[in-house]
Each structure stands twice: as C-alpha cells, then as structure tokens.
C-alpha cells in the first residue's frame, strides 16, 4: 500500500484532511472556490498514493475552478471491494490504535530509571539503535512505520529517545526527560525491555 519510507508524510496529509473535514463538517469554512481548491489538492496525494478512481474527479474538479472545461473520459465504474473512505478510515483507525487510552501527556516528566539503551529517532520516522546502528524498521517492519510517524509527531525535531523498563520511551524536551510513547516488548528492539 504505502511504502515503508513515506508512511510519515502520508500520515501527516491524512491529520491534514482530517483536519479538513472537521472544518467543512463544522462549518468553520466557508464554502468558496479556493477553499474547495484547497480541500481537493490536500485530498489529491493521498488518492495519488492509494490510486483511488476519486483521482480523476479531483482532476476534472480542479481543471473546472481553473476555468477549464475537462474532457470527461467514458469509462467502465471500477470493481471495488472497500470504498477509498473506508481505506483511509483504516489509515486512521491503525494510527490511532498504537496510542493506549490511558496514555501520559507527551512531554510529561519521566522520574523512572532509564535503561542503558539510547536509540535516535529520525525525522524521516525512523527509530535507530545507536550502539548497533540498526533500524526498528529491520526489526518489525509491519509496526516502526506507525510507531515511528506517532513519535514524530509528537517530536517533530526528532533526536535521541531512551526507554524504561516497562516500555515508556523518553525524549529529551528542554531540560528533562519526558513522555514520548509507550511501547510493548514485541514492538521494540529485541532484548531491550
């Protein structure tokens, strides 16, 4: 679906479009054609990266608040098995599940005991061991990019992260230690927590 390397962006055009549509839904937009504009270009990389038929609409919606009348190609209506909202529904519900409900404040301060461990987490979203040099992507390859895209989120300066015996990753914020995520022993580095 999404390559492992752009799951950060991806994941951030799609807070982008939420965003978006709690606007519209809420009526904190006003409906003109360049707020329409707008929304359309923020949905169009997303139905680019998913080759959703909704690509071509966006195309003829676009080309039509240009002042272009589009030629409307004649084709055969896609057999689809799930509808583009529900993929991007699952987009999000995935993002959000790797976040516990009962979860500290990003940024909390962390009096724990820190593990010897040190990783770095890149802005591109990936987490690194800093004594081994290996990527949590080479470890767990179907979870780092959720885990690293929530993480860079929430630090989007990236850099070093140290973790605790329970699994609480730390980052440094201004003068200490502080909340970054919880992780479980199957998401991390093996032997680490």
């Given at each position: 679906?999404?390559?492992?390397?752009?799951?950060?962006?991806?994941?951030?055009?799609?807070?982008?479009?939420?965003?978006?549509?709690n606007?519209?839904?809420?009526?904190?937009?006003?409906?003109?054609?360049?707020?329409?504009?707008t929304?359309?270009?923020?949905?169009?990389?997303?139905?680019?990266?998913?080759?959703?038929?909704?690509?071509?609409?966006?195309?003829?919606?676009?080309?039509?608040?240009?002042?272009?009348?589009?030629?409307?190609p004649?084709?055969?209506p896609?057999?689809?098995?799930?509808?583009?909202?529900?993929?991007?529904?699952?987009?999000?519900?995935?993002?959000?599940?790797?976040?516990?409900?009962?979860?500290?404040?990003?940024?909390?301060?962390?009096?724990?005991?820190?593990?010897?461990?040190?990783?770095?987490?890149?802005?591109?979203?990936?987490?690194?061991?800093?004594?081994?040099?290996?990527?949590?992507?080479?470890?767990?390859?179907?979870?780092?990019?959720?885990?690293?895209?929530?993480?860079?989120?929430?630090?989007p300066?990236?850099?070093?992260?140290?973790?605790?015996?329970?699994?609480?990753?730390?980052?440094?914020?201004?003068?200490h230690?502080?909340?970054?995520?919880?992780?479980?022993?199957?998401?991390?580095?093996?032997?680490?927590?």
């Amino acid at each position: 679906m999404v390559p492992q390397r752009e799951t950060v962006p991806f994941y951030n055009r799609l807070e982008v479009l939420l965003e978006d549509r709690n606007d519209w839904v809420h009526h904190h937009v006003v409906p003109e054609k360049d707020t329409l504009k707008t929304l359309i270009l923020n949905l169009y990389p997303i139905c680019q990266k998913l080759d959703f038929p909704l690509k071509s609409e966006c195309d003829i919606l676009l080309a039509r608040l240009d002042g272009v009348e589009p030629e409307v190609p004649q084709v055969d209506p896609p057999i689809v098995t799930s509808s583009p909202i529900e993929t991007v529904n699952q987009a999000l519900k995935d993002f959000v599940a790797a976040i516990p409900d009962n979860e500290r404040q990003v940024g909390e301060l962390i009096e724990q005991e820190l593990l010897k461990h040190s990783y770095t987490l890149h802005l591109s979203g990936e987490i690194r061991d800093r004594k081994t040099d290996r990527l949590l992507s080479d470890v767990h390859p179907d979870s780092a990019g959720t885990l690293g895209a929530l993480m860079i989120a929430r630090k989007p300066n990236g850099g070093r992260l140290r973790i605790a015996a329970d699994g609480t990753v730390t980052a440094y914020f201004e003068d200490h230690w502080g909340f970054l995520a919880l992780v479980k022993s199957d998401q991390w580095f093996q032997g680490h927590i």
